[in-house]
């Protein structure tokens, strides 16, 4: 007889299960809030030692747990409706064949230089998910790695390594990525992508540990095939090394044309603009929405995309993302319940009685490794924002920390550990396609999130520190 396994429920259904959990609590938490004050800022505040129990609060109604969904659904409208808009941006940006191109030219390039193959692609995933948030769009690029890796003498960890180690630094550093950091700057008052230089430095640092790690290894199979941590694991079904009509080993890419060039430079300029208008202009969602409804017409109009096709692809794109959206939806119906259970500032108070005890310091990586937990209960980036941050945010002025520093251990936790936890769609689903049992995966990973530990944890110091805000 077998023994039955078992099986991570569905992030909605975990999420669900929160909202419910919420109004239980909110049965068996008093209800307590803290004094606020209003900081140079405008934002308001909470009072250091004005937490007081509010007994006269009203209690829930039994049904407040389905009224907070539609209520969570309304009141994260604009981070919904800019999700929707991103994945139709860019659902139509990789009809362009754009994306695909760009990649293919990336490999032929340094193919023969398999180090500056390796640095190269491993920044390229990385800047994609620090600024876009890419995550799952890089399944197709799983099986074009593999077949590379496989040609140069590596293994199929090395081509799964370069993209999600570059997907774990992107959205660890995640220097406005629009499903992470700029949703909890909005929960925690703070300016869309505000504090961005100091997630510039720390692309900078993580960026080479992670590319180190992913070559040190390619180097000991490349000497080595037996050192590979898949020597016994069979390749699935269509995993092989093939020749291509091209001798490229199979990768089959489009051409870059001049249109596609112009297609991308058009997407960097973008991201410019959004940069600065957040900056300099102290752009909302709203404009930020705006730029990517811009260019997907421009887009649409350079590489002669007729009306139709680009709504076709708009609306899959916008489609494939509609899980997420309703993730978004749902995780703010937690905080709903919270907030109109009167609990919020009891957990809040609960949390920081240790916390107070420790210097801000360590304060702030004590969130740091909270959040890396929480990151395997809601691997969803957003809703562990709107689960988390509602808490951590006023946590911080308890504790002495800037809110700044709140969302980057917010960000740490979610974004890198993403490489780590099994309940996370996006590894999961990489090492599926690999063929990679997830404990080969661990034995890989394990050195790598030990390092990021250590360096996460000096750089939250180092935040605290300089008054990172």
């Given at each position: 007889?077998?023994?039955?396994?078992?099986?991570?429920?569905?992030?909605?259904?975990?999420?669900?299960?929160?909202?419910?959990?919420?109004?239980?609590?909110?049965?068996?938490?008093?209800?307590?809030?803290?004094?606020?004050?209003?900081?140079?800022?405008?934002?308001?505040?909470?009072?250091?030692?004005?937490?007081?129990?509010?007994?006269?609060?009203?209690?829930?109604?039994?049904?407040?747990?389905?009224?907070?969904?539609?209520?969570?659904?309304?009141?994260?409208?604009?981070?919904?409706?800019?999700?929707?808009?991103?994945?139709?941006?860019?659902?139509?940006?990789?009809?362009?064949?754009?994306?695909?191109?760009?990649?293919?030219?990336?490999?032929?390039?340094?193919?023969?230089?398999?180090?500056?193959?390796?640095?190269?692609?491993?920044?390229?995933?990385?800047?994609?998910?620090?600024?876009?948030?890419?995550?799952?769009?890089?399944?197709?690029?799983?099986?074009?790695?593999?077949?590379?890796?496989?040609?140069?003498?590596?293994?199929?960890?090395?081509?799964?390594?370069?993209?999600?180690?570059?997907?774990?630094?992107?959205?660890?550093?995640?220097?406005?990525?629009?499903?992470?950091?700029?949703?909890?700057?909005?929960?925690?008052?703070?300016?869309?992508?505000?504090?961005?230089?100091?997630?510039?430095?720390?692309?900078?640092?993580?960026?080479?540990?992670?590319?180190?790690?992913?070559?040190?290894?390619?180097?000991?199979?490349?000497?080595?095939?037996?050192?590979?941590?898949?020597?016994?694991?069979?390749?699935?079904?269509?995993?092989?090394?093939?020749?291509?009509?091209?001798?490229?080993?199979?990768?089959?890419?489009?051409?870059?044309?001049?249109?596609?060039?112009?297609?991308?430079?058009?997407?960097?300029?973008?991201?410019?603009?959004?940069?600065?208008?957040?900056?300099?202009?102290?752009?909302?969602?709203?404009?930020?929405?705006?730029?990517?409804?811009?260019?997907?017409?421009?887009?649409?109009?350079?590489?002669?995309?007729?009306?139709?096709?680009?709504?076709?692809?708009?609306?899959r794109g916008a489609a494939s993302l509609t899980s997420t959206a309703l993730l978004i939806g749902v995780a703010r119906g937690?905080?709903?319940?919270?907030?109109?259970?009167?609990?919020?500032?009891?957990?809040?108070?609960?949390?920081?009685?240790?916390?107070?005890?420790?210097?801000?310091?360590?304060?702030?990586?004590?969130?740091?490794?909270?959040?890396?937990?929480?990151?395997?209960?809601?691997?969803?980036?957003?809703?562990?924002?709107?689960?988390?941050?509602?808490?951590?945010?006023?946590?911080?002025?308890?504790?002495?920390?800037?809110?700044?520093?709140?969302?980057?251990?917010?960000?740490?936790?979610?974004?890198?550990?993403?490489?780590?936890?099994?309940?996370?769609?996006?590894?999961?689903?990489?090492?599926?396609?690999?063929?990679?049992?997830?404990?080969?995966?661990?034995?890989?990973?394990?050195?790598?999130?030990?390092?990021?530990?250590?360096?996460?944890?000096?750089?939250?110091?180092?935040?605290?520190?300089?008054?990172?805000?």
């Amino acid at each position: 007889m077998t023994k039955s396994r078992f099986k991570v429920p569905h992030t909605l259904v975990i999420l669900f299960g929160m909202v419910i959990l919420a109004q239980v609590l909110s049965y068996l938490i008093p209800a307590g809030s803290f004094e606020r004050v209003e900081n140079a800022a405008g934002r308001l505040q909470v009072v250091p030692g004005s937490f007081h129990l509010t007994p006269d609060a009203p209690g829930l109604s039994p049904l407040a747990f389905l009224t907070a969904i539609p209520k969570g659904f309304s009141g994260a409208h604009e981070i919904i409706f800019f999700v929707f808009i991103i994945g139709g941006a860019f659902a139509v940006l990789r009809a362009t064949g754009a994306v695909d191109s760009a990649m293919g030219a990336l490999l032929k390039r340094w193919r023969n230089r398999p180090f500056w193959l390796v640095a190269g692609a491993t920044a390229l995933f990385a800047v994609g998910s620090s600024t876009i948030g890419f995550g799952e769009e890089y399944f197709p690029f799983v099986l074009v790695l593999i077949t590379l890796s496989l040609a140069l003498g590596y293994d199929r960890i090395t081509a799964v390594a370069i993209i999600m180690v570059g997907y774990g630094v992107g959205y660890g550093a995640a220097l406005i990525n629009p499903f992470t950091i700029i949703i909890a700057q909005d929960i925690a008052g703070l300016q869309p992508a505000s504090g961005l230089w100091y997630r510039m430095v720390l692309m900078v640092v993580f960026l080479p540990i992670g590319i180190h790690h992913v070559w040190s290894y390619a180097k000991k199979v490349g000497r080595d095939p037996a050192a590979s941590l898949v020597a016994d694991v069979s390749a699935p079904e269509g995993v092989s090394i093939s020749s291509g009509g091209d001798g490229e080993a199979g990768v089959d890419h489009p051409p870059m044309t001049t249109t596609h060039k112009l297609i991308l430079a058009i997407v960097g300029i973008s991201q410019l603009l959004l940069v600065y208008g957040l900056s300099q202009w102290h752009w909302s969602l709203v404009e930020m929405q705006a730029v990517f409804v811009a260019l997907t017409v421009v887009i649409a109009i350079v590489a002669r995309l007729s009306p139709d096709r680009t709504a076709v692809e708009f609306g899959r794109g916008a489609a494939s993302l509609t899980s997420t959206a309703l993730l978004i939806g749902v995780a703010r119906g937690i905080q709903v319940v919270l907030n109109e259970g009167g609990i919020v500032d009891t957990m809040v108070h609960g949390i920081s009685l240790p916390l107070q005890e420790l210097p801000g310091t360590l304060s702030a990586v004590g969130m740091f490794f909270v959040q890396s937990l929480a990151n395997f209960f809601i691997p969803s980036g957003s809703g562990q924002a709107y689960v988390t941050m509602p808490i951590m945010a006023p946590l911080a002025d308890l504790v002495g920390v800037s809110r700044q520093v709140a969302v980057l251990a917010y960000q740490f936790g979610d974004g890198f550990s993403n490489i780590l936890v099994p309940t996370q769609a996006v590894i999961v689903g990489a090492l599926a396609i690999a063929g990679i049992p997830y404990d080969r995966w661990l034995r890989f990973i394990l050195s790598f999130m030990v390092k990021i530990w250590i360096v996460g944890s000096i750089a939250l110091a180092v935040a605290v520190l300089i008054g990172y805000a």
